[in-house]
């Protein structure tokens, strides 16, 4: 993960006081629930003639919120939850456990998901948990790269509208959870969507539900906002490039080398990782010295002085006049780009993909050293701030991973 919702920030425990009771409604009369078994049986990989998705817009930004988060719509109610989308995690749930930060209700004991049900089996897969008293709930604990969160596996219905015009109700699971460990970000979503390719990922359940195929995606704004979209939303951009997802435990198109305005920076492959649940991009220790030496040479030639007093990121720069955008900053810059071994089109990493500017006005490098936050030396992780203004499709029907240049983030 990355947030494993959140920003890579520092940590802090989440207090206890009293649960908050929440208004339960009935549910709408026009909408369809649709068995978590149904005969229906999932469309194949190369099924193209049902185009439905269920499209949501996004909520935050890169700088300062630090994540994106949608609004979702579980159990009876017509509440919303705020999730922090998470293409590198599986496991959906929101918290209901500890009782100043619970926003869903306690659930009722005919929805908690006992440890011998296939479902838990497939969260306790995700998460390497432990393995649960037989007779006993499903309890789960997740371990993000920043923070973790445990709870127990609940069944609900999770209300979604689709492209197509119709509202469905479907059972599935999640967690009623709570962090043990989180970070600034994270304490401000109601929970964690998990959009990655587990069985208990929120596509995974809707795919085999037979709603639509194993896909989603996400188009981050630039200028904050954007939109996920579960299923084929049947309105890609022109020019998208396709590449095999390689076998791995996160969404990976593969090993690639990097480049700084055509300049190589070093000779060595990363293989990297897509995580929208991280906010910034973290490089193994080769490429991050690497990037940081060739940046330090070339900034030396430019209107730039090193900002020490800036504490927002590491590495900030103070140009001849406070920054107000990077479009004030990115002369000063080039692009960097990640070319794949496979020979397909590079991802172009122009500045706004990895500067933010701070709130002193200055250049600030949104790409960090991911060995100081407990990465493995070759784990790259490509986070929010590298995804922006890209629509990002995980297609895992086909194993393959597409993205597109957009400047139309927007449902």
Same mark, same amino acid.
């Given at each position: 993960?990355?947030?494993?919702?959140?920003?890579?920030?520092?940590?802090?425990?989440?207090?206890?006081?009293?649960?908050? @009771? $929440?208004?339960?409604?009935?549910?709408?009369?026009?909408?369809?629930?649709?068995?978590?078994?149904?005969?229906?049986?999932?469309?194949?990989?190369?099924?193209?003639?049902?185009?439905?998705?269920?499209?949501?817009? %996004?909520?935050?930004?890169?700088?300062?919120?630090?994540?994106?988060?949608?609004?979702?719509?579980?159990?009876?109610?017509?509440?919303?939850?705020?999730?922090?989308?998470?293409?590198?995690?599986?496991?959906?749930?929101?918290?209901?456990?500890?009782?100043? +930060?619970?926003?869903?209700?306690?659930?009722?004991?005919?929805?908690?998901?006992?440890?011998?049900?296939?479902?838990?089996?497939?969260?306790?897969?995700?998460?390497?948990?432990?393995?649960?008293?037989?007779?006993?709930?499903?309890?789960? +604990?997740? +371990?993000?790269?920043?923070?973790?969160?445990?709870?127990?596996?609940?069944?609900?219905?999770?209300?979604?509208?689709?492209?197509?015009?119709?509202?469905?109700?479907?059972?599935?699971?999640?967690?009623?959870?709570?962090?043990?460990?989180?970070?600034?970000?994270?304490? =401000?979503?109601?929970?964690?969507?998990?959009?990655?390719?587990?069985?208990?990922?929120?596509?995974?359940?809707?795919?085999?539900?037979?709603?639509?195929?194993?896909?989603?995606?996400?188009?981050?704004?630039?200028?904050?906002?954007?939109? =996920?979209?579960?299923?084929?939303?049947?309105?890609?951009?022109?020019?998208?490039?396709?590449?095999?997802?390689? &076998?791995?435990?996160?969404?990976?198109?593969?090993? @690639? #080398?990097?480049?700084?305005?055509?300049?190589?920076?070093? #000779?060595?492959?990363?293989?990297?990782?897509?995580?929208?649940?991280?906010?910034?991009?973290?490089?193994? %220790?080769?490429?991050?010295?690497?990037?940081?030496?060739?940046?330090?040479?070339?900034?030396?030639?430019?209107?730039?002085?090193?900002?020490?007093?800036?504490?927002?990121?590491?590495?900030?720069?103070?140009?001849? +006049?406070?920054?107000?955008?990077?479009?004030?900053?990115?002369?000063?810059?080039?692009?960097?780009?990640?070319?794949?071994?496979?020979?397909?089109?590079?991802?172009?990493?122009?500045?706004?993909?990895?500067?933010?500017?701070?709130?002193?006005?200055? @250049?600030?490098?949104?790409?960090?050293?991911?060995?100081?936050?407990?990465?493995? &030396?070759?784990?790259?992780?490509?986070?929010?701030?590298?995804?922006?203004?890209?629509?990002? $499709?995980?297609?895992?029907?086909?194993?393959?991973?597409?993205?597109?240049?957009?400047?139309?983030?927007?449902?």
């Amino acid at each position: 993960m990355g947030v494993k919702g959140a920003a890579l920030l520092v940590a802090l425990l989440v207090g206890a006081s009293v649960l908050a @009771a $929440i208004r339960s409604c009935s549910a709408d009369a026009n909408t369809t629930t649709l068995p978590i078994k149904p005969k229906a049986s999932p469309p194949s990989p190369g099924d193209t003639s049902r185009k439905v998705a269920a499209v949501f817009p %996004l909520e935050g930004n890169v700088y300062p919120r630090g994540g994106f988060d949608v609004q979702m719509s579980f159990g009876n109610s017509h509440n919303l939850y705020s999730m922090n989308i998470d293409s590198g995690s599986d496991v959906p749930w929101v918290q209901c456990q500890m009782p100043t +930060q619970a926003v869903y209700p306690q659930p009722g004991r005919d929805k908690i998901i006992p440890c011998d049900d296939p479902r838990c089996k497939a969260v306790l897969a995700s998460t390497g948990s432990k393995q649960c008293k037989s007779k006993g709930p499903c309890n789960y +604990q997740v +371990q993000y790269q920043d923070s973790s969160a445990k709870g127990v596996l609940i069944a609900d219905t999770l209300t979604l509208h689709l492209t197509n015009g119709s509202t469905v109700r479907l059972l599935v699971a999640f967690g009623c959870g709570q962090w043990v460990k989180v970070t600034e970000t994270g304490a =401000l979503t109601d929970g964690i969507l998990g959009i990655g390719f587990g069985e208990i990922s929120i596509v995974s359940q809707l795919s085999s539900q037979g709603l639509f195929g194993k896909i989603t995606g996400h188009c981050l704004n630039s200028n904050g906002g954007g939109f =996920l979209f579960l299923g084929d939303n049947g309105r890609l951009p022109s020019g998208i490039t396709w590449v095999p997802m390689i &076998p791995s435990d996160h969404y990976s198109p593969g090993p @690639a #080398s990097l480049f700084w305005d055509n300049q190589p920076l070093g #000779s060595q492959l990363i293989t990297v990782w897509l995580d929208s649940g991280t906010t910034f991009t973290y490089f193994g %220790l080769h490429p991050y010295n690497s990037l940081i030496s060739t940046l330090n040479g070339y900034v030396s030639t430019q209107p730039l002085k090193r900002a020490y007093d800036d504490p927002s990121l590491p590495y900030c720069w103070r140009g001849p +006049q406070k920054f107000r955008t990077i479009a004030d900053a990115q002369r000063y810059f080039k692009i960097l780009e990640l070319r794949f071994a496979n020979g397909a089109a590079p991802m172009k990493l122009p500045p706004v993909n990895y500067l933010i500017i701070s709130s002193k006005g200055n @250049a600030c490098l949104g790409i960090l050293n991911g060995t100081q936050v407990g990465l493995k &030396p070759d784990e790259n992780v490509i986070g929010d701030i590298s995804l922006l203004d890209l629509m990002l $499709i995980y297609d895992n029907d086909k194993k393959r991973i597409g993205w597109a240049s957009t400047n139309f983030c927007r449902v």
